[in-house]
T-cell receptor
Framework: GAGVSQSPSNKVTEKGKDVELRCDPI?????LYWYRQSLGQGLEFLIY????????KSGLPSDRFSAERTGGSVSTLTIQRTQQEDSAVYLC?????????????FGDGTRLSIL | SQQGEEDPQALSIQEGENATMNCSYK?????LQWYRQNSGRGLVHLIL?????REKHSGRLRVTLDTSKKSSSLLITASRAADTASYFC??????????????FGQGTILTVHP
């Protein structure tokens, strides 16, 4: 079946612009996660959604970052007024439910470059 | 912040040899997972070991967990060139919520030469 789909695969934009990154999880998966992967910081948790519960936003690095998940399916990560330090690969993952030990299924990420 | 520390950071071996990667962590965990990432791709789940388990096998993979030392190891036996990738350990939250909030190690880059 279809895996986690992310778009765009690459995004180049100028500093100060806003960007939107999209994630389409595996159908039926109730939990959705965003991570950021950069050379200096490794893989960092950003935010996660579980069903209709309030999202865990504890990993968002600043108030320029926000995310939403509409209809319990597709999610959009928005970065406002981008900075060069936002350059990274943004990975989305989903899992069937939010319970201990559920494997997460990752998309191939969006590589974001801020000029 | 990164909880897991992995060593070695890079490992280069010949096809057919075994590869061992280690991971250490700092806080109490519910489970520990290993993921693999090919260049330019997302992570792929390999194996999970729960905090009450000490060893687990899956095909050519063997994972051990020592909760007293807060460490885990991943052994890949009879390596193949196709095993070339980065390998990450990830720990699951031991708290009562946010089970899926994984904390990843820095990763080991494995290169298997044909």
């Amino acid at each position: 079946g279809a895996g986690v789909s992310q778009s765009p695969s690459n995004k180049v934009t100028e500093k100060g612009k806003d960007v939107e990154l999209r994630c389409d999880p595996i159908s039926g998966h109730t939990a959705l996660y965003w991570y950021r992967q950069s050379l200096g910081q490794g893989l960092e948790f950003l935010i996660y959604f579980q069903g209709n519960s309030a999202p865990d936003k504890s990993g968002l690095p600043s108030d320029r970052f926000s995310a939403e998940r509409t209809g319990g399916s597709v999610s959009t990560l928005t970065i406002q007024r981008t900075q060069q330090e936002d350059s990274a690969v943004y990975l989305c993952a989903s899992s069937l439910v939010d319970s201990p030990g559920q494997p997460q299924h990752f998309g191939d990420g969006t590589r974001l470059s801020i000029l | 912040s990164q909880q897991g520390e992995e060593d070695p950071q890079a490992l280069s071996i010949q096809e057919g040899e075994n590869a061992t990667m280690n991971c250490s962590y700092k806080t109490s965990i519910n489970n520990l997972q290993w993921y693999r990432q090919n260049s330019g791709r997302g992570l792929v789940h390999l194996i999970l070991i729960r905090s009450n388990e000490r060893e687990k096998h899956s095909g050519r993979l063997r994972v051990t967990l020592d909760t007293s030392k807060k460490s885990s190891s991943l052994l890949i036996t009879a390596s193949r060139a196709a095993d070339t990738a980065s390998y990450f350990c990830a720990t699951g939250n031991a708290g009562g919520t946010s089970y899926g909030k994984l904390t990843f190690g820095q990763g080991t880059i494995l290169t298997v030469h044909p």
